[in-house]
């Protein structure tokens, strides 16, 4: 029996991809697919055993390239013949190996990688980077090291003078690294981009050579590289004509540094948070501008007032981002001297003193506003506020978050004039009363973010929020007046919703969570924690949203194994879990994470009625790296070394000072050189925190 090629290709297109649109394919694959046919028919029928023969490489990648944000489905693909492993291990170009002893396996099976990512491996030696460099030498574009210790110049050499195409390097956090590795960099002549954030024993010796022997650079962070200092970046400038971007955050770096900066034709992002070195005396002394400039970063620059910044920006007149957060004043003088920046877009100013006609002299700019943020500013009053929206319409992004003064009458200017808003965050206005927030889902036709933690918002104030069906991300955390009813209108309004964060929002029972999970099933993230009226019903309900990574359950004394194995059986993309404190988990629940929840990265397990068995059965899970373990009473010394050794992923271990003692030292000594960190606690057991509610705001008080 010949099998129709039309047919074939809809039950592939049926089979991998329900939902998407069908393949299109070109005359000559159908051609070929139509030649390969005839030919398969001529066959004795044992080969037409497997149709899916029939199809080309090409069609088998085009279906591979579906499958890239599915890891699991992929290597299922793989698995299905002989055929399609060999195609799948040659479709291959980007890779994050599970731990550095697995890499060498698939050094073997994966001959095109390109993108090789080692944040999952804690240790890397340099005989491993070796191996990369040999095998990978003509394909390796990009490889990451910023989560990874044990390697030094060698391996950085053997990377950088083997693979000739590597444009991308990064070695954040290589506290260890010193000049030889930067010297080793410096031998990628081909390098663009390169990150090498708290790299703190590498200094401007070896910025010097990565300055000379990668002229190509487009992108480099520095950020608390703190040996290094003017000299060096200066060279950096000098030798690195085509930078586009760079960090200096935290340098000890002064305004000497930044002639030769400002001179870059094609520098765009500057960021120059923390660098106490920079101030006002410096600054005004500058003689160069950069006119290619669009985003810099002043933020704690605690020594720059307008008149450093109106030296520093002179010229920029494509400045489209502004961050000078936690830094100086907002006054008349450092509006004005921002004036005439039409084409800036986005202004952050987090935790500055804002003053009245400071606000006047923004909202008189010429530049039409996209981003405002004024989270944790001082000074801010319904009447600045009102003038600032008023003055730029097209506001997209608003952070007002712990903005205490404002009230009802600054929400009512908002929502009347920036109707375009998109993320509005406002947590802890707390003179803001319930009934503004009717005023958002009548006017906030697009809004996908908002954030109105620790706010008087109530039922009839989510009510109205539903209407706002495009919104993606909502925090109710510690909103008491919240109960199940306004939930039921979110659940069948905001069907988009991805987070909710219901943090100590003690109104809300299953009722409300059960028509979340019904009405949005594309959720990824909740947060139930501290709510006594949650049970497994609620993760019953949750448990059908199949994309589920982030679930936290603190202290939700009424949940037990029998909720927690119902979200492990559907929720298999589950990466972060916090059960602290949830009495009634017991090692059967244990059981069903370590069976079906393969994704999982973080769990914290304090509190809970877990045993050695329990701890045991996690060490399944190839993906876990972090786990919080305190005050489990079944958790015996042995079952505790046992499992640590077996968690060959782990990176990050919290553990009781008590158990220090109990456990072998040469346990300590593996773990540390396979590059896990133990953080030590001292904290007493507690059955219960808060048992009647706990209340956050200043002046407010438990019951009772």
Same mark, same amino acid.
């Given at each position: ?89 040659? #479709? ?49 574009l990009s490889i990451n090291l910023s989560r990874s210790k044990g390697f030094g110049g060698i391996g950085m050499r053997a990377l950088a003078a083997g693979c000739s195409g590597l444009v991308e390097i990064d070695v954040s956090n290589g506290t260890e690294l010193t000049d030889a590795a930067a010297k080793a960099i410096a031998e990628a002549r081909n390098l663009e981009k390169l990150w090498m954030g708290r790299c703190k024993f590498v200094s401007d010796i070896g ?184 003055? #730029? ?237 305190? #005050? ?64 956050? #705001? ?7």
């Amino acid at each position: 029996m010949v099998i129709s090629t039309a047919f074939l290709l809809v039950l592939v297109q049926l089979f991998f991809f329900p939902k998407a649109p069908l393949l299109c394919f070109s005359v000559t694959q159908l051609v070929k697919l139509n030649d390969r046919r005839t030919r398969m028919t001529k066959r004795n029928d044992a080969v037409m055993s497997n149709p899916l023969d029939l199809f080309t490489e090409e069609i088998i990648h085009a279906i591979l390239d579906h499958l890239n944000d599915e890891p699991f489905s992929k290597k299922s693909f793989s698995l299905c013949c002989k055929s399609f492993y060999f195609i799948e291990s040659r #479709h291959r170009k980007s890779l994050t190996p599970l731990r550095s002893e697995l890499l060498h396996r698939a050094l073997h099976r994966y001959p095109y990688i390109s993108h090789l990512d080692l944040t999952l491996c804690p240790r890397v030696s340099d005989a491993t980077l070796g191996s990369v460099a040999a095998t990978w030498r003509e394909t390796l574009l990009s490889i990451n090291l910023s989560r990874s210790k044990g390697f030094g110049g060698i391996g950085m050499r053997a990377l950088a003078a083997g693979c000739s195409g590597l444009v991308e390097i990064d070695v954040s956090n290589g506290t260890e690294l010193t000049d030889a590795a930067a010297k080793a960099i410096a031998e990628a002549r081909n390098l663009e981009k390169l990150w090498m954030g708290r790299c703190k024993f590498v200094s401007d010796i070896g910025i010097g050579c990565i300055a000379v022997g990668c002229k190509k650079l487009k992108v480099l962070s520095l950020r608390w590289c703190l040996r290094v200092t003017d000299l060096g970046v200066g060279l950096v400038a000098v030798k690195c004509k085509q930078l586009r971007s760079l960090d200096l955050s935290c340098l000890p770096i002064t305004e000497k540094c930044l002639p030769p900066i400002l001179q870059l034709q094609y520098l765009e992002d500057l960021v120059l948070e923390g660098c106490l070195g920079i101030d006002d005396d410096g600054l005004v002394s500058l003689e160069h501008s950069c006119s290619s400039l669009k985003m810099l970063n002043l933020s704690k620059c605690q020594n720059v007032s307008h008149v450093g910044l109106s030296s520093l920006t002179h010229g920029a007149e494509n400045l489209e981002q502004l961050i000078l957060s936690y830094g100086p004043s907002v006054t008349t003088d450092l509006g004005k001297c921002l004036l005439n920046y039409s084409r800036l877009k986005s202004i952050r100013l987090d935790g500055c003193l804002v003053t009245c006609s400071g606000t006047k002299a923004i909202g008189s700019w010429r530049a039409s506003l996209r981003e405002l943020s004024l989270s944790k500013c001082t000074g801010v009053t319904d009447e600045c506020l009102s003038f600032l929206v008023q003055a #730029h319409r097209q506001l997209l992004k608003l952070d007002i978050t712990c903005c205490r003064k404002i009230t009802s009458a600054a929400i009512d200017c908002i929502t009347k004039s920036c109707t375009v808003l998109t993320s509005l965050r406002m947590e802890s206005c707390t003179l803001v009363s319930k009934d503004a927030f009717l005023l958002i889902g009548q006017r906030f036709q697009f809004l996908e973010e908002l954030d109105v933690t620790d706010n008087e918002i109530d039922d009839e104030g989510l009510m109205s929020i539903s209407r706002c069906s495009k919104l993606c991300s909502l925090k109710l955390g510690v909103c008491l007046n919240i109960t199940d009813e306004g939930l039921i209108h979110v659940g069948s309004g905001c069907r988009k919703l991805k987070e909710l964060d219901l943090y100590r929002s003690l109104g809300v029972t299953d009722v409300g969570i059960a028509k979340i999970a019904q009405g949005c099933p594309d959720l990824e993230m909740i947060n139930i924690a501290y709510n006594n009226k949650i049970t497994d019903s609620s993760l019953i309900s949750l448990s059908e949203c199949l994309r589920l990574r982030i679930l936290e359950l603190r202290a939700c004394p009424s949940v037990s194994t029998i909720g927690l194995s119902a979200i492990a059986r559907a929720c298999r993309q589950l990466a972060v879990l916090d059960i602290k404190k949830c009495f009634n988990i017991n090692d059967n629940g244990m059981l069903a994470l370590g069976q079906f929840c393969h994704n999982l990265r973080q769990i914290n397990l304090s509190y809970c009625s877990v045993t050695d068995v329990g701890l045991l059965s996690l060490t399944n899970i190839n993906r876990l790296q972090n786990m919080t373990i305190l #005050h489990l009473t079944g958790l015996s010394p042995n079952g505790l070394a046992a499992a640590l050794l077996a968690c060959g992923g782990l990176t990050k271990v919290k553990l009781h000072t008590s158990l220090k003692p109990l456990l072998p030292k040469y346990i300590f000594e593996y773990m540390e050189g396979r590059g896990c960190v133990f953080h030590w606690r001292d904290k007493a057991f507690q059955v219960e925190i808060d048992p009647k509610g706990w209340q956050l #705001h200043v002046g407010r008080s438990p019951e009772g």
